[in-house]
């Protein structure tokens, strides 16, 4: 008997590489609240590369859900030149802001680590074998004589396991008074190549602070 034959094999070692994230945040309201829920903010973001950018556009996202209007502080006061109190709180005035959301971030990176090989192969190759059946009442009994000639490639493929942590400080404060109407921090845990991206860290952080913000009644 003569056969050909091909296989493909898959071999991990390792954990999976299914990812998740995870967010924790603590924040606290002062207990003198505006008299008026707040409107309108200005948020200046101090975070690595374009992490900043990606949080200032989830602010405005995430302020437009709940119907505050957001704006990137640098717009109202580019960052020309240095501004003195009294020109800060007339362009806030002018522009009817009603607080400045302060966010501090820092960043590990994507951090890669080593999860296992994927080995595959195939294998080609002929086989011929021979045999002889000996039977004696109910039972039988078989000899088999064969040989088998091939070749098989592989290739080893390593697989890696991704993950990041970003934590977050922010403080909101009164435009008129300059006060502190709310402070918190917080941090984001992530796993899996799709979920350590600048935009998944910082939607969940963003996210965060305004549930607390809305939460404790200041917006």
């Known amino acids: 008997m003569i056969r050909t034959f091909r296989s ?3 071999f991990f070692v390792g954990v999976g590489l299914s990812g998740c994230i995870t967010t924790s ?8 609240l505006p008299a008026k829920r707040v409107g309108r903010i200005i948020a200046y973001v101090a975070a690595p590369g374009p992490l900043a950018a990606s949080i200032q556009s989830n602010i405005r996202d995430e302020a437009q859900k709940r119907n505050v209007a957001a704006d990137d502080a640098l717009n ?3 960052p020309t030149r240095k501004y003195n109190d009294a020109e800060i709180r007339k362009g806030m005035a002018e522009t009817g802001v009603d607080a400045v959301l302060l966010i501090n971030v820092g ?6 680590e080593y999860a296992g090989t994927i080995l595959s192969g195939q294998y080609s190759g002929t086989s011929s074998a ?5 039977t004696a009442g109910l039972s039988s009994n078989i000899a088999v004589n064969g040989t088998s000639y091939g070749t098989m490639t592989t290739t080893a493929t390593p697989t890696y396991r991704y993950r990041r942590q970003t934590n977050f400080s922010a403080r909101l404060m009164e435009a008129s008074s300059g006060r502190n109407l709310w402070v918190g921090n917080g941090q984001v845990d992530a796993g899996g190549l ?6 998944a860290n910082a939607s969940s952080s963003v996210s965060a602070i305004f549930d607390d913000l809305k939460q404790k009644g200041i917006i």
């Open 130 to 134: 021979n045999g002889t059946i000996s």
């Open 25 to 32: 945040m603590q924040g606290y309201a002062d207990r003198e």
């Open 194 to 199: 799709l979920f350590v991206g600048d935009g």
């Open 107 to 112: 960043d590990s990176g994507v951090q890669r």
């Open 8 to 10: 493909a094999v898959l």
């Open 76 to 78: 109202i006061f580019p």
